[in-house]
C-alpha cells in the first residue's frame, strides 16, 4: 500500500513545523500545522488560542471518545466540554482535507493515527534538550529563563493529547516509519531524506 500523506510528530523547538514546510516544498504539495487548529476553531466560533489552550485539557477517556466519534448523533458530542471535543473536531477536518487532497504533510495532531487507515509515512523529529532550548530562544525569542519550563510544558501537552487520544505513546520510536535527530541533521538535511524515504517507499510498494 503506498503511503501518500507524510505525518510528523515533534518535540517541541526540534524545527518539525519547519521541517513540514520544508519537505512540502520539496514535494509541491500543501503542509497543515496550525491551520487545523484555526479551521477547528472557525468552526467553533473561538479564537485559535482559546482553542489551543483547551488541548491542554485533554479527555480523559480514550474509549468514550470512541464511542463518540463513531456515534452519527452530533447531539451527544455538541454535549462534551470543549476540551473533549477538540480531538473530535480536529480529526474530522483532517479526514475532510485526505478526502480532496490525495497528498499533503501533516505536522502534529495525532496524525500518524488519524489517517493510519489512509496510509500515511509517520515521522517523528527529536533533538536533545539543550538544541531545543537554544532554538526556542534564537528563532521562537522566548525568554531565556523561560526558555526550559515552556519547552517542558509544550512536550507534556503534546504527549498528553497524542497518548490519551491514540492509546499509544508519543515517544515511541517504534510507532513511526522514520525517526530523525534534527539537531545532527539539521531542518534541510532532515526534509531530504523524508522525501527520499517517502518516495524510495512508495516506487517499492
Known amino acids: ?16 513545523s519547519v521541517i513540514g514546510k520544508l519537505t512540502a516544498e520539496k514535494l509541491g504539495v500543501n503542509c497543515y500545522n496550525r491551520q487545523i487548529l484555526e479551521m ?6 473561538i479564537s485559535p488560542e482559546y482553542l489551543e489552550t483547551a488541548e491542554e485539557n485533554v479527555p480523559t477517556s480514550f474509549l468514550y471518545s470512541l464511542l463518540l466519534s463513531a ?11 470543549l476540551s473533549d471535543k477538540v480531538f473530535l473536531m480536529e480529526s ?24 493510519e487507515d489512509k496510509g500515511c509515512f509517520s515521522v517523528y523529529i527529536y533533538a536533545d534538550p539543550e538544541y531545543r532550548i537554544q532554538r ?22 503534546r504527549e498528553t493529547f497524542y497518548n490519551v487520544n491514540t492509546g499509544k505513546l508519543w515517544q515511541d520510536k517504534d510507532g513511526y ?11 534541510e538535511l ?10 524510495e517507499y512508495n516506487s517499492k510498494h
Open 1 to 16: 500500500m503506498k503511503k501518500k500523506i507524510i505525518t510528523i510528530e515533534r518535540q517541541y523547538g526540534s524545527g518539525g
Open 40 to 45: 477547528t476553531a472557525k468552526e467553533c466560533g
Open 71 to 81: 456515534n452519527p448523533a452530533r447531539s451527544m458530542e455538541d454535549s462534551l466540554p
Open 92 to 115: 474530522r477536518i483532517i479526514n475532510e482535507i485526505a478526502e480532496k487532497e490525495e497528498s499533503f504533510v501533516l505536522v502534529g495532531r495525532c496524525g500518524s493515527y488519524v489517517l
Open 136 to 157: 526556542a530562544i534564537k528563532d521562537y525569542e522566548i525568554p531565556e529563563r523561560k526558555a526550559e519550563s515552556i519547552m517542558k510544558k509544550a512536550d507534556k501537552r
Open 177 to 187: 516509519a522514520l525517526c530523525l535527530n534534527s539537531a545532527e541533521l539539521g531542518d
Open 190 to 199: 532532515c526534509a531530504e531524506i523524508i522525501v527520499r524515504a517517502y518516495q
